[in-house]
């Protein structure tokens, strides 16, 4: 029972503890977020003063990497100085310039966290964290492992703690080396509280001790946290507590001092005499601050300017072709956004859109002969339905090599002398020619090409686990209206759409599950493209659709897809039931998608310098392709490197431009929408999703080795939801730099196409919407409809801005452009798109 | 075609040399000279070796060159080739080219990607020469090459602070196996009066012959050799440093620790297999020392919960196997099985990464709750004890620490009373007065004269120990090291009077290096500030040229193969007589203590995270 003891109150200190742990799920839903969501109530510039001053976390880039910047013509100096203006006033505008460009700061603080641990090693003499680590991380990573150990942890039922303490009273063998802390354990009242009596002494150090002891390795207990928050983000559910990380820590750091010490030793608090600091006091922006964060907002504005100029000299009359080739769907995702353009570039007479990638239909998916159920649909929903495969090939091909028998010993000794030279085999095989293999995650392989679903329910529905088997009619209706009315595509049908959602392919990335698509939780969305068009190509659920407004053809035939980001590949759905009629229209568009992705994969080579970029695009096409399933290569793809837009409105508004792979795209047309209500809809799950993933970027990149996971190349895999370095690290959460090395920090601008008044009478019906916005974690500019004037958003308002940027260039010929460039590319305007 | 073999050692040699040669930005340059030389070996060898096969596989045996002679020592490299280096060559040449060529692309934007290659290649030309090696001597030339280079590669990340330490550790313990091999050198001098050839010993009757007289040298030879290979083979009671080497790139953990620099062990002992050959007992000990490492190596793997270390310790169950098939002189299974453990071992380290996606679907179709196991049919308290016992490797790690690393740093602390000052009072006039009694050695009694070397040498170990637990005075540390030398040098005068052509030869590198050394530290100190060994300072990172004369200077101090010291060494050895046992441990205490305290020296002061910008540091714990 919580007890109140004076200032310590363990329930809220561990609550707050995990607050501000790291949030990374177990590597199997690898999830983005803002990786300091808990200083989203701050903003931005002042949580990251704060988490720098706390936590020592570097949260923007460093002085010298600015200036650098700016003497590469990365930041432009017309920007600097408006920036300055705006903030400063005109009349300090050299002085700031100086300070910015000139002054030199020499700005070293040390972070509060650690301040009282610290004293053991200064008093004490011992280096408790050595001591104690190895053995922590093995039982914990132990205990919740998920499939490496050939011999499991012996109790497991009963939580943490009381598995260790089963464990120990029935065992010759001690975790402890010393007779107290093992009593302790067995006594089963030892709380946080006690042993922290033990262990400090001075009640008012408690709370801090804590927080050092647990952002020692802020890995581990992230973890803990995750898998006590969310039991199922493990395949095998293990139960475990924060509480019971730290009184088995607190354990261990007893055991730890009886043993080096043979005399009683003072508690630690009895040494410290200094007045002590709270941690998260916060501190005053100082003249460095306000420089950086000039230089932060130079940086971004320098690209955003480009961008709106781009948009407000797009032509406005672009309208949607008369005869439709074909209209196709995609994801909001950053990657979609130049597979899109390759398709309109090839293909005048087809149209896309962009929504985020479950297209409005949640559910779980189980595979046939699978023993679980996928979530494919963004992470915070709850789905009621599910959907099952039918004739599905389960697991496919195996690997000897992964079998756990190749480490044991009498086994092991048959394994070595038949399967070894079989394995120096085909490591010669993968290293010169390389191809799919079982050890691959393949986007492709999770649904089987052929297979049925179970998309609609029967009469009466059947449930299994709570889940209603398939959607009804009106379910069906509801998710399809949604999401056509939401993408403003009412009427206007091509007789082909597709519905196309994507996944990624790669090979030794454990990080596999962070390049399939964000908002199906980290899995291919071919299934959903599938359950969408199944239902949109319903009959019934036409005729009523048709009741709300939403008029789809009867010759309107919608195809699911899926298309594979790293190899460029794409998969339709379904193809055997397409009508004769149909057959030679989707021959044709299927040469286009084919053409596409050729340009697409070629336009990706660019920064991928271990691929050659020369040559015709089918041919670079094949280089990617092996690269993806090769096993010496770190980098698949790059992912969402670079994002940096998110744009929410019409095609026409950014059709005609170049923007290299970095806008997050949904279609919205603010016509069919003048209140704002699917504007909202479209917000809510924008903000959390584009702006997660930028920030999750943007921290992973400024401060790759605390927030970030370090360079991947030497990452152990520790029970298969986590990555560490070596035998007894921590847990790395956060992305590698292999996955950031070429983003730049820039904050998500977020461009939408409404009025400035609907937007914020959107925006206000959702406070932890809008809090994205109001604390500047994402920046927001909104752009007239009617007359392309650009308003941007801060401090609760809309104010007008004035492009600093001149002419948007025009782009004739790419090709040579992605033969020769691997730094980021300038906003073009590209003639082939030109009306 | 005996005359193509100094070709092999050469052309990696040459490879590591023009590695060195080109700009750390150039990477194309850099991975083409690695795996066209690699490549090129590994096709000169099946060559060589199909030549060799279809010319009914004679033993070859070249003398190559003599680096130091006295009439009654002869210091020679000799190159030896038969069935044993034809399977290690193969294995080894697959592996480096399959390796390099893997890197190329893996370690695309890795800042430490010319130092990645330039390790390799003289990995590779140490292994090439261990494996080629005709006499002990030789064969410890290369042994040395692969301890410095696992220390490098294990020490890649050397911003971090768990690398830095870890590399330390192993490289500490391998040099247990260093002195194991030195004293079997010390006493096969003894025993055969020369440095006997791995062909000589092929000739039964002599070895024999010599055995009948000396039976306990004979023994005391074959334990050093299998201590020696306990240690690189990761056998008991030394099993804990191999999980811990898995720190660097995924590419090199496998060449190292998975498949080649384990195996060099096991190596080792085929080659010397026929000395003892005949004497049982040693042979029933190593299969003992095999079948105990493969059970407690299994138990220990079965619990391991995450990949690299579950793989190291079945690797080193398997090696277990191959010692007890050696023992039960099986050596051609042992070939072959140590074939397939090397490949299957490195396959599965460089697929590592892909078992959660693997493992995961796999669940995913398959799931059971959980999986009875053997373990789960013993009585509970039975169960138990043996699972903690094995997530707690076996105490093998706190063995270590207990035994062999914490005696050290005892007896060092006793000497912490002594400061810069007070040592250099003590030592300088003791050192004179000593060098004094040496000229006038003859005049002292006997019974005196008798324990003289051996106090002097202890007076060295004393300062060995004294310079490895310091932990302010970085100076203090580096001359005492150094000054252990002389120590030993003095000491050993007492015991023979030996030329001075012998003394420049030992002493003379040490004084380079140790200069060198010298104003390294003394140009950091000024630079820098602080360079105290309290903690790690990681001034590599703004001083990269220092850090690596720093590291050859204290490669020249330890008596790595760089400077003649290395051949001062042995011959110091040399002069000390096989009853001498105690002289014997003192001599190679100092030098196990003097290599960790160089290393320690060079650790402290140029790795780990770099203490002036703790805001790019890495945690600690990472």
């Known amino acids: 029972m919580k007890k109140e003891h004076g200032s310590f109150n363990e329930f809220d200190v561990l609550h707050q503890i995990k607050h501000y742990l790291p949030a990374q799920a177990p590597l199997k839903d690898f999830i983005h977020h803002n990786t300091l969501h808990a200083f989203q109530h701050l903003n931005f510039f002042e949580a990251c003063r704060l988490a720098n001053s706390s936590f020592g976390y570097k949260t923007s880039l460093s002085l010298k990497e600015y200036r650098q910047l700016y003497s590469e013509g990365k930041i432009n100096p017309e920007i600097i100085k408006a920036c300055i203006n705006r903030r400063k006033g005109e009349e300090n505008l050299s002085v700031w310039l100086n300070k910015m460009i000139e002054k030199e700061y020499h700005s070293l603080t040390l972070p509060k966290i650690g301040s009282v641990r610290k004293n053991w090693k200064k008093f004490y003499r011992i280096d408790l964290d050595s001591l104690v680590f190895p053995i922590l991380f093995r039982t914990l990573c132990s205990y919740l492992d998920q499939g490496i150990s050939i011999w499991n942890f012996p109790v497991h039922h009963k939580g943490f703690l009381s598995s260790l303490r089963e464990m120990e009273k029935n065992s010759f063998v001690s975790l402890f080396k010393t007779e107290r802390a093992k009593n302790l354990l067995l006594s089963s009242t030892c709380s946080i509280h006690s042993l922290l009596e033990l262990l400090v002494g001075k009640e008012e150090l408690y709370e801090d001790y804590l927080y050092d002891q647990q952002f020692a390795h802020q890995g581990w207990s992230g973890m803990v946290s995750s898998i006590e928050d969310n039991p199922n983000g493990l395949l095998d559910h293990k139960k475990i507590s924060l509480h019971d990380l730290i009184v088995f820590e607190l354990l261990l750091e007893i055991d730890v001092l009886d043993n080096h010490f043979t005399d009683i030793w003072a508690p630690l608090g009895s040494r410290i005499k200094t007045e002590h600091e709270p941690l998260m006091k916060p501190i005053m922006e100082t003249e460095f601050h306000k420089v950086l964060r000039l230089w932060q907002e130079a940086y971004e504005w320098s690209f955003y300017d480009e961008v709106l100029r781009g948009i407000q000299t797009n032509p406005l009359t672009i309208s949607s072709p008369s005869k439709k080739s074909f209209q196709g769907l995609f994801c909001i995702d950053d990657r979609e956004c130049s597979i899109r353009r390759h398709l309109e570039l090839h293909d005048s007479n087809c149209e896309t859109f962009g929504t985020p990638g479950f297209f409005n239909v949640e559910f779980y998916f189980k595979p046939e002969h699978g023993k679980f159920y996928d979530k494919v649909c963004p992470a915070p929903m709850t789905p009621k339905f599910l959907v099952k495969e039918i004739g599905g090939k389960g697991q496919g091909d195996t690997d000897a090599n992964f079998h756990k028998q190749t480490n044991s010993l009498f086994f092991g000794w048959f394994i070595s002398q038949t399967l070894g030279p079989w394995s120096a085999f085909k490591l010669f095989l993968n290293i010169f020619m390389p191809r799919m293999s079982p050890a691959t995650a393949s986007s492709f392989k999770h649904m089987h090409h052929k297979s049925e679903l179970s998309i609609e329910s029967s009469n009466p529905p059947q449930f299994e686990h709570g889940m209603q088997i398939g959607f009804g009619i009106d379910d069906m209706v509801q998710r399809v209206e949604g999401l056509l009315k939401s993408i403003g595509l009412q009427n206007n049908f091509a007789q082909l759409v597709y519905v196309v959602g994507h996944g990624s392919s790669s090979v030794n990335n454990p990080y596999y599950s962070a390049y399939d698509c964000g908002a199906c939780s980290g899995r291919p969305g071919g299934v959903n493209a599938r359950v969408f068009c199944y239902m949109a190509n319903h009959k019934e659920v036409r005729k009523r659709l048709a009741e709300r407004g939403v008029h789809i053809p009867e010759e309107t035939i919608f195809i699911g897809a899926l298309q594979d980001t790293a190899t460029d590949e794409i998969a339709f759905y379904d193809e055997d039931k397409l009508g004769e009629n149909y057959l030679q229209q989707h021959l044709q568009n299927k040469k286009t998608f084919a053409q596409a992705l050729d340009n697409n994969a070629k336009e990706r080579s660019r920064r991928l310098v271990t691929t050659d970029s020369s040559g015709s695009a089918a041919l670079v096409h094949e280089r990617i392709k092996r690269r993806v399933v090769s096993l010496f290569e770190p980098r698949p793809e790059l992912n969402h490197a670079t994002n940096a837009l998110c744009i929410i409105g019409r095609r026409g508004l950014s059709k005609g431009l170049f923007l290299d792979r970095r806008a997050f795209m949904n279609s919205y047309d603010y016509a069919t929408d003048p209140d704002g209500k699917y504007l909202l809809n479209i917000l809510k799950p924008a903000a959390p999703v584009c702006g997660g993933i930028n920030l999750e970027y943007y921290f992973s990149r400024v401060d790759n080795q605390k927030l970030g996971a370090g360079t991947k190349l030497p990452h152990n895999v520790m029970g298969l939801f986590g990555l560490a370095n070596g035998a007894d690290g921590d847990l790395r959460p956060g992305l590698p730099i292999q996955m950031i090395e070429v983003h730049d920090p820039l904050r998500l601008l977020m461009i939408v196409e409404h009025f400035p008044e609907v937007i914020l009478n959107s925006l206000s019906q959702s406070p932890e919407t809008y809090e994205w916005f109001k604390n500047d974690w994402i920046k927001l500019v909104a752009v007239h409809p009617e007359n392309r004037n650009l308003y941007y958003f801060e401090k609760g308002e809309f104010h007008p801005y004035q492009t600093i940027h001149s002419e948007t260039q025009l782009l004739e010929n790419a090709e040579n452009l992605f033969e020769n460039n691997i730094e980021n590319l300038p906003v073009y305007q590209l003639k082939g798109l030109m009306v | ?622």
């Open chain 2, 1 to 622: 075609m005996i005359e193509i073999l100094p070709l092999f050692i050469l052309l990696p040699l040459l490879g590591f040399v023009l590695s060195l040669l080109i700009p750390a930005k150039s990477e194309n340059w850099l991975s083409r000279i690695a795996f066209t030389i690699t490549g090129t070996h590994f096709f000169l060898i099946v060559g060589f070796i199909i030549y060799w096969l279809f010319h009914s596989y004679p033993t070859l045996n070249i003398k190559e060159l003599v680096l130091f002679k006295t009439p009654t020592y002869e210091f020679f490299i000799d190159f030896y080739f038969d069935k044993v280096s034809a399977v290690y060559l193969f294995v080894g040449a697959f592996l480096t080219f399959l390796v390099t060529l893997y890197s190329r692309d893996y370690l695309h934007r890795e800042p430490g990607y010319k130092r990645f290659f330039n390790t390799i290649l003289l990995f590779y030309t140490g292994y090439v020469l261990t494996v080629f090696s005709g006499n002990l001597e030789t064969l410890f030339i290369g042994w040395e090459i692969l301890g410095v280079t696992s220390f490098l590669l294990i020490a890649f990340y050397r911003d971090r602070y768990l690398p830095v330490k870890n590399a330390v550790k192993v490289f500490s313990v391998y040099r247990i196996g260093d002195v194991g091999l030195i004293l079997a050198m010390w006493m096969s001098h003894h025993l055969f009066h020369e440095n006997i050839t791995f062909l000589k010993l092929n000739n039964a009757e002599m070895v024999n012959e010599h055995f009948q007289s000396h039976s306990f040298i004979g023994v005391f030879i074959a334990m050093m050799i299998l201590m020696a290979a306990c240690v690189k083979s990761a056998q008991l009671p030394f099993s804990s440093w191999l999980p811990r080497a898995m720190e660097g790139p995924t590419p090199s953990s496998a060449i190292f620790y998975g498949s080649l620099s384990v195996h060099i062990g096991v190596f080792l002992l085929l080659r010397t297999f026929p000395f003892w050959e005949h004497q049982y007992s040693v042979r029933i000990l190593f299969g003992l020392i095999g079948l105990s490492t493969s059970i407690v190596a299994t138990f220990i793997a079965r619990v391991q919960s995450s990949v690299k270390t579950q793989i190291a310790y079945s690797s080193i169950a398997q090696i277990g196997l191959i010692f007890i098939e050696v023992s039960f002189g099986l050596n051609d299974l042992a070939l072959y099985h140590f074939a397939g453990n090397a490949f299957l071992r490195t396959y599965q380290l460089l697929v590592s990464p892909s078992v959660v996606a693997y493992k995961i679907r796999e669940q995913f179709y398959h799931f059971v709750p959980r999986k009875q196991t053997l373990e789960d049919s013993f009585p509970k308290r039975i169960e138990y004890s043996f699972y903690i016992l094995s997530l707690k490797e076996w105490n093998l790690d706190t063995f270590m620490y207990k035994y062999y690393w914490n005696p050290f740093k005892w007896a060092g602390n006793r000497l912490s009373f002594l400061s810069f000052n007070k040592a250099l009072y003590l030592f300088v006039p003791a050192y004179l007065l000593a060098l004094i009694t040496s000229f006038y050695q003859d005049d002292i009694p006997v019974y005196i004269h008798h324990y003289l070397a051996e106090i002097f040498a202890l007076i060295g170990l004393l300062m060995v120990l004294k310079a490895f637990t310091e932990r302010r005075q970085t100076f203090l540390s580096w001359f005492l090291v150094i000054f252990n030398h002389f120590w030993v040098a003095l000491a050993i005068s007492f015991n023979e009077h030996f030329g001075w052509k012998e003394t420049v030869f030992y002493l003379g590198g040490i004084t380079i290096a140790g200069t060198l050394g010298f104003i390294i530290l003394r140009r950091m100190k000024k630079l820098e500030g602080n360079i105290d060994l309290d903690s790690f300072h990681g001034h590599v990172l703004k001083h990269p040229k220092m850090a690596l004369f720093m590291l050859i200077a204290c490669l020249g101090v330890s008596g790595f193969p760089i400077t003649p010291t290395f051949i001062g060494e042995d011959l110091i050895f040399s002069h000390i007589h096989e009853n001498q046992i105690v002289l014997a441990v003192m001599a190679s205490f100092s030098f196990i203590v003097d290599g960790i305290a160089l290393i320690r020296i060079y650790a402290r002061v140029f790795l780990g995270p770099h203490l002036k910008s703790p805001e790019d540091a890495p945690y600690r714990s990472s």
